[in-house]
């Protein structure tokens, strides 16, 4: 069993920046994918970013390359997700989930846990 806890979200003007953490209990969190989901109003929740278990493989959806960077840290149980160059449309609630499997796509339905996620908010 893993708990997932977001942090860093907030309120920021576009063209600005954030970043977003998860905090995950359980001994074997380097065993797992990781991914970034969000959820704007009246929308699907979306795929935003992965990672497999090593760090090594990182993938993003179109609309955030060259914006957003997930990343790591195993040792201290934590993915986060750097987000800089906001625009109005990023505005969503972000989920951090995480896969049983070492590697994970963009399918929810690969992710095994969920966090409760943070609202992100960003004024035009």
């Known amino acids: 069993q893993v708990q997932l806890v977001e942090s860093g979200g907030g309120l920021v003007q576009a063209g600005g920046s954030l970043r977003l953490s998860c905090a995950a209990s359980g001994r074997t969190f380097s065993s797992y994918a990781m991914g970034w989901f969000r959820q704007a109003p009246g929308k699907e929740r979306d795929f935003v970013a992965g990672?497999?278990?090593?760090?090594?493989?990182?993938y993003y959806t179109d609309s955030v390359k060259g914006r957003f960077t997930i990343s790591r840290d195993n040792a201290k149980n934590t993915v986060s997700l750097q987000m800089h160059s906001l625009k109005f449309e990023d505005t969503a609630v972000y989920y951090c989930a995480a896969a049983n499997t070492g590697y994970a796509g963009s399918n929810q339905d690969e992710y095994d846990y969920w966090g409760q996620g943070t609202q992100v908010t960003v004024s035009s």
């Open positions: 990672i497999s278990w090593t760090g090594r493989y990182i």
